[in-house]
């Protein structure tokens, strides 16, 4: 049922983060932010979830420490993307490799869980992640 | 599951659905540099809201 209910969330999710920003640097700070909004959501349903009973102790952690990673692995993001624009780079290729980069900070440093329930939560913030270098090849600008 | 729990995880879930997509939607007339310091913002609550979690 759990399970269920986070589905309502992904499929939004995917759905709102898949929009085509102007240009790779927007899109980039678009999809930091988006980032941002999905760890306080997962926030507030762990905090649900383990209110409910349904989270132990050890799931909240879990979820607590990815958390923690993806907001730091975020910031460092959001840095490299200014340093990049402010440097007058422009283009596609300028941004794509940050992306990957919080992906590879976050894959490096997260907790690994294979409770399916633990994973249903974090996984709405691990799409929005992902998208981001979606909407940075997606954005108009100088594709170099 | 008890049907209490399941509706007030739901409640919670569709509370976060509208909050993306009033967040999506509030991010159409910011600039650039509006975003990110929203998203700074955010990221400085979202610290303290995992340190309220974890007291839990």
């Known amino acids: 049922m759990a399970r269920r209910l986070l589905l309502v969330v992904l499929l939004p999710l995917s759905l709102l983060f898949s929009g085509c920003p102007k240009d790779p640097y927007r899109a980039a700070i678009q999809g930091s932010s988006d980032v941002s909004q999905a760890v306080s959501s997962g926030i507030k349903i762990t905090a649900s979830y383990y209110a409910s009973g349904t989270f132990n102790d050890g799931q909240k952690a879990t979820a607590a420490k990815y958390f923690t990673v993806v907001t730091d692995c975020n910031i460092t993001f959001r840095k490299a993307v200014t340093d990049v624009h402010i440097s007058g780079q422009v283009g596609v290729q300028a941004f794509l490799p940050i992306a990957d980069s919080f992906v590879t900070c976050v894959g490096n440093s997260a907790p690994m869980s294979n409770d399916q329930t633990v994973v249903a939560v974090l996984k709405g913030t691990d ?7 979606v909407a940075i090849a997606s954005a108009k600008g100088v594709k170099q | 599951m008890n049907p209490q729990v399941v509706i007030g995880i739901g409640l919670t879930v569709l509370d976060e ?7 999506v939607k509030g ?3 910011l600039t650039t540099e509006d975003i990110a310091a929203v998203a700074d913002q955010q990221d400085l609550a979202n610290k303290d809201a995992i340190k309220q979690l974890l007291a839990l």
Do not use: E, F, K, N
């Open chain 2, 27 to 29: 991010q159409s007339g």
């Open chain 1, 127 to 133: 799409t929005a992640i992902r998208a981001i270098s």
């Open chain 2, 17 to 23: 659905v509208l909050a993306m997509i009033a967040h």
